[in-house]
């Protein structure tokens, strides 16, 4: 806009040149449809080179000629293709569903990819997490078996700290469907919800209190300094809300103290704007531990999480919070996935504490020996060595003695190094069999053995102080033996195998992966829709033969595929057919009832182009023939490359890579056979297979359509169309006069010229190769009056030299006269 001057000077006023540069489009860039074990169905999906490829959709070429061709594509010069991966409509992927610890269905991971690969995704639970009775981790990876019966874990994925709540930041839906490569997940929302109605967060305090209030008091006061004047502070959150810290006094005895620190959390929530109220209590028998209580702060919300609060803090010397020896139970670590291997139980329930209660005292525990039942190892794993857990009592530093009625158990921080102590016990004297370690306050036994369903059928028990295995303990047998329990197994299987999915009461609705059969014609055009919805644009189209496909199949695919090539200005690389030997020579291949003739019939012929004999190449380690499509396309796209598209893919430089002949051998006669029926011959030569023709399936003698007879005149005819039709966007809405029509004759012109100085027309001069007119005589007032401006461009473009005719003469000596 002008510049608004209103004092002397000098002023700087910006304009745009008003000049539009129009950028060619990509030439070589190619969409292949077909089969594979692996990748998305119906899904195109960009790659830049082999390696990326095999990632995606692996190397196995038993679905048809998908992974041959691509990899012929990139190997003869290929850049870019678009892949979609496609399959008839039994194809399915791969699912299980996935049961909490009491065995209600919560989570179904279904594997991404379709087919029987997906029975190879195993999935392990573990609740090895900052905050074990609230968040799991999920471990997922393929479990391939090789020939010599070597396993190995492919795909490995890793996801830390999830949770099953939806309003969490660590949703697991929203973290591994971002994430993973190998399967999504879906909570069951109703049964969730169900799980977690009206069930309260919870934070416990870690020490062990007294059963009389004076008692339970009096440790309270010693641990605070005895100093009633004195005030103490914690951080709390409640159900993910931002932490506050609260104030509390020490109080003159428990009823108070609890009371008074119940009001202070529940005032500083109201004064901070959030949400919930809590509860303070020292939790009361058959709730609690035997012998003692636990402290807890209890929340009708998710969950109550508590931190230190400097200097005066309180929350380490009650052992509040999971890194101060705390045990935090948020509502919704109930509809958890139940964690793979042995793993015992802690859920706050009525019997659930309980099971701690000798584990954490110093004369109760004791142990003769632990027994490991083993039935894969032919016989158990025993510990009978006798020793005693030592003791960290929760008086320590204090002159406390609590009264004679008191029994004084001491804190779960005796309870993690006990069963820390166990783990390492286990894991030392089981064969190198088992890994033991602890997740907090759960003792987690996982099998080092192969099979998903490993450890299914062991048991922990032992004698002495307490049987780890009996009703009440850390194990909790089934009251019927359908019934769910702590034994799950190794790893839960995505899937079926064998016929069945895997073992255990935690897994269920498993659906078996399925590869599909080969796709229809319905299928293909899916996949157009797919491709015209989410690629933006490519240039060369093709379709490998997919296994069990037949020649009538492939036959009805050609003409809408070059329809869609067409719409998309694109073009298609026919395969010749192939069934039962067929095109054996060059005399089928034209042959007026089987041959090239009847195969034109619905394809749109100057978007197409058809090569033959097929190719000889190494597959899988075995040499076969494969059709050329995906051969020549990489060869276009090495031509482009080095010549321009302008330049006939043919010739002596057009050697195809990676083959190793042809399936049939064809002489110059033959040759001479089908070039007139525009099928182009694969010849071998001197310097290597090579392509050694250039025309369209409009390019026969006789078609009526000269102007688009050869490959190279149809793609350069395309390239000036995509990006002329792309480059000259900046007109639409424009006014409609000399002023747009020039700037379009100087974007177009630029554009032309640019093609002929690199050598793409014929004609010495410009004005020989090609004009651009836009003016008044191309739009009328008619025209305008419709909202139409016309762009007329011509060029000359340079046709291959099919036939190089040598004339030699003699020349007679001189008679003298």
Not at 781 to 806: C, H, R, S, T, Y
């Amino acid at each position: 806009m002008p510049v608004q001057v209103s004092y002397p000077g000098v002023y700087i006023d910006e304009q745009l040149s008003g000049s539009n540069t129009i950028t060619p489009v990509s030439t070589s860039t190619a969409a292949f449809i077909g089969m594979a074990r692996l990748g998305r169905l119906d899904t195109p999906t960009r790659v830049t080179n082999l390696t990326a490829f095999q990632k995606l959709y692996g190397t196995d070429a038993s679905m048809g000629e998908l992974v041959p061709q691509v990899g012929q594509f990139f190997l003869n010069g290929g850049s870019t293709a678009w892949i979609t991966r496609i399959a008839d409509a039994t194809a399915a992927a791969a699912a299980v569903t996935l049961a909490n610890e009491a065995g209600q269905p919560v989570l179904t991971l279904t594997a991404l990819d379709a087919g029987t690969d997906g029975n190879l995704i195993r999935a392990e639970i573990d609740y090895d997490t900052p905050n074990p009775e609230s968040s799991f981790n999920l471990t997922l990876y393929r479990r391939v078996v090789g020939p010599t019966g070597t396993v190995t874990r492919t795909g490995l994925e890793t996801f830390t700290d999830l949770s099953i709540n939806p309003a969490s930041g660590r949703f697991i839906e929203t973290v591994v469907n971002a994430n993973s490569a190998l399967v999504s997940v879906a909570v069951n929302g109703p049964a969730v919800a169900g799980i977690v109605a009206g069930v309260e967060g919870v934070s416990f305090s870690g020490l062990i209190f007294p059963v009389l209030d004076a008692d339970a008091h009096t440790a309270i006061a010693l641990r605070f300094g005895n100093n009633p004047a004195a005030t103490r502070s914690i951080t709390i959150s409640l159900d993910g809300q931002p932490a506050i810290p609260v104030t509390f006094a020490q109080e003159v005895d428990l009823p108070t103290f609890l009371t008074g620190l119940t009001n202070a959390i529940n005032t500083r929530l109201t004064t901070s704007g959030l949400i919930g109220t809590v509860t303070v209590t020292l939790r009361t028998q058959p709730n609690s531990v035997t012998g003692g209580r636990l402290l807890e702060i209890r929340s009708a919300g998710g969950g109550v999480v508590v931190s230190a609060a400097p200097p005066n803090d309180a929350a380490s010397l009650l052992q509040l919070g999971v890194a101060n020896g705390g045990l935090e139970i948020s509502r919704w670590s109930r509809a958890r996935p139940a964690p793979t291997g042995l793993v015992a139980h802690v859920h706050g329930a009525a019997d659930d504490l309980q099971r701690l209660r000798s584990l954490a005292s110093a004369t109760q525990g004791q142990l003769a020996s632990w027994t490991l039942t083993d039935p894969a190892f032919g016989a158990n794993h025993t510990q009978a060595v006798a020793f005693t857990f030592p003791a960290q009592p929760m008086y320590a530093g204090t002159t406390f003695v609590p009264a004679a009625a008191d029994t004084v158990v001491g804190s779960l921080l005796n309870v993690r190094q006990n069963l820390g102590l166990l783990a390492t016990s286990i894991a030392a004297n089981s064969a190198n069999r088992w890994s033991a370690r602890t997740q907090a306050l759960r003792l987690a036994l996982t099998p080092r053995f192969e099979g998903s369903d490993a450890g299914f059928d062991s048991r922990l028990t032992s004698a002495g102080g307490f049987d780890i295995g009996a009703a009440g303990e850390l194990f909790e047998p089934p009251a019927l033996p359908t019934d769910p329990t702590a034994y799950n197994v190794r790893a839960y299987t995505v899937g079926q195998t064998g016929g069945a999915g895997g073992a255990g009461p935690f897994q269920s609705a498993s659906v078996a992966g399925n590869n599909g059969g080969f796709p229809q014609l319905a299928d293909y055009e899916a996949a157009f829709a797919a491709i015209d919805r989410e690629v933006d644009i490519f240039n060369i189209m093709v379709l490998p033969r997919a296994l069990g496909q037949s020649d009538a199949i492939r036959t009805q695919l050609w003409g809408p595929a070059s329809a869609f090539c067409q719409q998309r200005r694109a073009f298609l690389i026919v395969d010749p057919p192939s069934d039962n030997n067929a095109w054996a020579d060059v005399n089928q291949a034209t042959d007026p009832g089987t041959g090239i003739a009847p195969l034109r019939i619905g394809i749109t012929l100057d978007h197409a182009a058809i090569y033959w004999p097929r190719l000889l190449a190494v597959v899988d380690g075995v040499q076969r023939a494969i059709d050329p499509s995906g051969t020549q396309a990489g060869l276009y796209a090495r031509i482009d490359s080095s010549r321009g598209v302008w330049k006939a893919p043919a010739g002596l430089e057009a050697n195809l890579l990676g083959v190793l002949g042809v399936e049939h051998r064809m002489t110059d006669a033959d040759n001479g056979i089908i070039n007139p029926q525009a099928v182009n011959a694969l010849r071998i030569f001197p310097n290597g297979i090579v392509s050694w023709g250039a025309r369209t399936m409009a390019g026969f003698d006789n078609s009526g359509n000269d102007d688009f007879k050869y490959v190279p005149v149809r793609r350069l005819t395309l390239l000036i169309e995509e990006s002329l039709y792309r480059g000259l966007r900046f007109a639409v809405f424009e006014p409609n006069d000399e002023p747009l029509w020039a700037r379009i004759r100087l974007a177009a012109g630029g554009f032309m010229n640019n093609l002929f100085r690199q050598g793409a027309f014929k004609g010495a001069k410009s004005s020989d190769a090609y004009f651009v007119k836009c003016d008044a005589e191309t739009t009328t007032q008619n025209d305008i009056d419709l909202g139409i401006v016309n762009v007329v461009v011509g060029f000359a473009p340079l046709k291959p030299a099919e036939f190089v005719i040598v004339v030699i003469r003699q020349i007679a000596g001189q008679v003298q006269v």
